[in-house]
């Protein structure tokens, strides 16, 4: 992705999954670690802490939305990244994540674009919202 | 203040890039990284991570019944934010040492009337030359009184 191609108000939606799997979460607690059995262990979210059942580690909405900053961001190079958690995600959901160019400008003496992160659930409701920036090769 | 040491190797790179949606070939070259919250499976690392299993102790999950344990030492709260700064990519081969230290903490009111404290973690991640790699800054949200849903996801946060 070069400067020349982006411009303020630029967005871009990805779709990161249609159906979130306890699969998927179960794969994310045995790569990261987190084995928190809120969101593997169903008897223990429901009886053990009162949850309706488990659900996702708000790390790996965090990582999936990642993966929408990475491509878009190509072999440009991640500069900061963050997110605020702000609902749950459970197994089932549809979660769409939507970049938009907030900025670009000169850092450094590279070119830095600054994204607006916004990733919402089926029904519309943001799960997680943040920025990414990225200097542009 | 907490310090472990955390080799950085393709396999488990692979491995979280899957956890996290990438297809295999993203990061099949050596030298293409990470994915932007590689540094989390860092845990995987610690030797006092508390989420867990320790052969022989009693565990949160289930088991012959719905939960074996407490949670752990300051759960209770949640995971409310989580930010990154990239000094530079994270390569396989690197050794990083991470370093935990508590960093700013401050009190909201909830809408329920209670209080909300709110405690930033910072972890450093140095490479063998001691220089910053990446820069993870957790905020967790404790309620000071018991809500509807309690958690114990905060040490996910460190």
Redesign the interface.
Known sequence: MSARQIAVGDTVETV??EDLTRT?IV??A?????????H??D??A??????PGVFA????T???T??A??DFVGDG?????????RSQVWPGDRLTSTLTVTDVKEEDGRAVVELEVVTVNGDGVQVVS?YAAAALS | MSSYTFPVESGQILLFARSVGYPDSAYADPSAGAPPTFVQSGAQYDPDYPLRPTPGEPWLGSGKTPSGAKPPEGGGGLHGEQHYVYHRPVRVGDVLTATTTPGKSWEKSGRRGGKMVFEEIVTEFRDAAGELVVTARAVRVIPSQVVESPAADAAAAR
């Open positions: 990161l999954t998927q794969m994310y045995g790569a990261s670690g987190d084995y928190n059995p809120l593997t262990d008897l223990y429901r009886e053990g802490a009162g949850y580690h708000g790390m790996l965090m990582g999936l990642g993966k900053v990475t190079e991640l500069l900061r990244y963050g997110v605020r958690f943040g």
